[in-house]
């Protein structure tokens, strides 16, 4: 489910964003998703609508992101978004 509360949008190009994130489903397990221009959602793993990866670790809560289709000439970098969370 999607937390109805938070979500992190950018443009074109770099940006920098910082947001405070309070959990508003209660507890559980949360993890990144990444919901395209052309309207794809991609989640960790593969389970993806290409089949590929498109979210990947690096280290604890710091995840980089792919986020062109494989038939859309991606170059699997993972350097398009790149978002570490923070626990306070």
Do not use: C
Request: net charge negative; aromatic share 14%; proline share 2%.
């Amino acid at each position: 489910n999607w937390d109805p509360n938070f979500a992190v949008s950018g443009g074109r190009g770099n940006f920098t964003a910082a947001d405070d994130w309070t959990v508003s489903k209660g507890t559980g397990y949360y993890a990144p998703v990444l919901y395209t221009e052309s309207g794809n959602t991609l989640v960790l793993g593969a389970a993806n609508v290409d089949g590929q990866e498109h979210i990947r670790t690096y280290g604890q809560n710091m995840f980089g992101f792919e986020d062109l289709l494989a038939s859309q000439g991606s170059d699997f970098d993972y350097n398009d978004l790149v978002m570490k969370i923070a626990i306070a």
